[in-house]
């Protein structure tokens, strides 16, 4: 009786050495080590930006929102600010005016101190211009030293 290739088991495929290249061997799974490296990188930058972030535009507790900007001139803005504070505690903020262009006409750092037992405060200051503002800004508030 001669086998056909029906009677013959369904098997991996036999081929000359050298002919066809080299075959991978079935079930081989690539690493996980390079997948494992990309995410503690990525999560290492993600660590880096976020502290810096949060140093650049600081502690919750020091918050300010301009109310409003009024009394335009060539060479004055008053900004009317709210800003919380710990209680009693005092801060530096940074305001800034620009021009209509963006061009930043004044920058001043400002020191508020709150009366013990208030957190919230409404804070007015002029600021002297180089030009005519068009939006005057707080940047960010800071722990006074």
Known sequence: MSETH???A????VFPPGRYGRRREMGRRRSKVPAIL???VLLAALSVISV???RQYGDPNYDAQVITYTDITDNQVRLDFRLTVPSGG???CLL???DRAGNEVAREEVTV???PGEKHLTVQHR?????????????RCRPAA
């Open 10 to 13: 369904p098997e991996v495929p």
């Open 96 to 98: 800034r005016a620009r």
């Open 52 to 54: 810096r972030l949060y």
């Open 38 to 40: 990309a995410l503690v």
């Open 113 to 115: 101190t709150a009366p």
């Open 127 to 139: 600021l002297s211009t180089t030009g005519r503002a068009f939006i005057g800004e707080v940047l």
């Open 90 to 92: 005092s801060a530096v």
């Open 6 to 8: 029906t009677t013959v």
